[in-house]
Structure formats: structure tokens, C-alpha cells
Nanobody, 118 residues
Framework: QVQLVESGGGLVQPGGSLRLSCAASGSIFGINTMGWYRQAPGKQRELVATITNDGRTNYADAVKGRFSVSRDNAKNTGNLRMNSLKPEDTAVYYC????????????WGQGTQVTVSS
């Protein structure tokens, strides 16, 4: 089992910034992927950003140039820096983790609300 604990999120003004963190523990194997997905009301859950154990990143087009994902393998943590936030970024953000050796078993954090509003 893998446990994911998210922190960060909150209410921010348009154009502002937030930082999300995700701490992973449990059955973590060397080759893995972690990151964030988000789900806004009335919409499907969508990719935000992912990062592999060796630093390969993938970003949704909607956040490219504004968000940056990183990780600290020694601490088993991931970070998502969100800059130039827009109202369209408002959603529940879920930390994501999967071991490549067991790709069908996805793990999710508890979710954290990000609200971008004036």
C-alpha cells in the first residue's frame, strides 16, 4: 500500500501562486510516477502534471508555462508550484502515484481544494 498526504491549496486571487506538496509512504519502488490530477465541478478528472522517478515530466497544455512539478526522491515527496493562477484552475487537486511494476494500481491523495477567485 502507498499512502499519499497532500498539503497546500486554499483560496488565492487571480494571478497569484500556490504550492502543493505530496508526501508518499509505504510500498514505494524505484521506478514510479507521481503527480497531480484535478477535477472541477461538472468536468472530468484531468491531468495536471506528472513526474517520474528520474525526472521526466508531463504537463497538461492548460498549465504549461505556469505550473512546475518537482520531486525529492530521498524524502518521497512531490511538489507542484502553481503560478499565474486563473479562475479556470479552480478544482480539487489530487496527488497521484503509481509503481511502474504495478501500473494498474493507482494511488490517490485525499484531495485539496484550490479556489482562484477575486
Amino acid at each position: 500500500q502507498v499512502q499519499l498526504v497532500e498539503s497546500g491549496g486554499g483560496l488565492v486571487q487571480p494571478g497569484g501562486s500556490l504550492r502543493l506538496s505530496c508526501a508518499a509512504s509505504g510500498s514505494i519502488f524505484g521506478i514510479n510516477t507521481m503527480g497531480w490530477y484535478r477535477q472541477a465541478p461538472g468536468k472530468q478528472r484531468e491531468l495536471v502534471a506528472t513526474i517520474t522517478n528520474d525526472g521526466r515530466t508531463n504537463y497538461a497544455d492548460a498549465v504549461k508555462g505556469r505550473f512546475s512539478v518537482s520531486r525529492d526522491n530521498a524524502k518521497n515527496t512531490g511538489n507542484l508550484r502553481m503560478n499565474s493562477l486563473k479562475p479556470e484552475d479552480t478544482a480539487v487537486y489530487y496527488c497521484y502515484f503509481v509503481n511502474s511494476r504495478d501500473w494498474a494500481r493507482e494511488y490517490w491523495g485525499q484531495g485539496t481544494q484550490v479556489t482562484v477567485s477575486s
